[in-house]
């Protein structure tokens, strides 16, 4: 896989973004496999947390059924955040938007388009995530939402939705024209 300059970008765009693979390439065919993944851990963990259907979510906690799908993660931090995130259990604001940040990401990624702010936002949430779980028993600072992080910053970098996803008709859209952080 060659990385190469893009070439094709708007002055506003960011100077890191590479072209991705080119379709059908071996490499493309497998940052699109892993973008497609993320996006529906994402959109998974999303499903079963409204409708509660026995997974990470028991049946009969979901959202609909008046579960609050945030309150048990963020009520069983510890560690040198545990302040912080008690202090946001029953805040209107956080579950929908937890919600809507789980649904947002896991569709941008699974359909490869609105890369940069799928990957801003994940990457956010990882890290809050990783704030919460602390202290972290298998490794002292690295863990799978550390991982993530840096995976979804590889995908938005390589340009990932460009192989079995939406991203070049996305790109070429007006409002993604003008405004470049939508890329």
Request: cysteine-free; hydrophobic content about 50%; aromatic content about 12%.
């Amino acid at each position: 896989m060659t990385i190469t300059p893009n070439r094709h970008r708007t002055p506003a765009s960011a100077d890191f973004l590479v072209t991705a693979p080119k379709a059908g390439t071996t490499a493309g065919r497998v940052l699109a496999v892993l973008r497609i993944a993320f996006g529906l851990t994402f959109f998974w963990a999303f499903v079963d947390k409204v409708f509660g259907l026995g997974y990470a979510t028991p049946s009969g906690k979901g959202w609909i059924d008046g579960g609050n799908p945030t309150a048990g993660f963020l009520k069983g931090a510890e560690g040198p955040f545990a302040g912080f995130y008690h202090s946001l259990v029953g805040d209107f604001w956080v579950t929908p938007l937890f919600m809507i940040g789980l649904a947002g990401i896991g569709l941008a990624l699974t359909l490869g388009v609105a890369l940069r702010f799928a990957a801003v936002a994940g990457v956010a949430l990882y890290l809050m995530m990783w704030g919460a779980s602390l202290p972290l028993t298998t490794n002292p600072v690295i863990d799978d939402h550390i991982l993530g992080a840096i995976t979804l910053v590889a995908l938005t970098v390589l340009a990932a939705g460009r192989t079995w996803g939406l991203a070049d008709r996305w790109n070429n859209l007006a409002i993604v024209h003008r405004y470049s952080w939508l890329r």
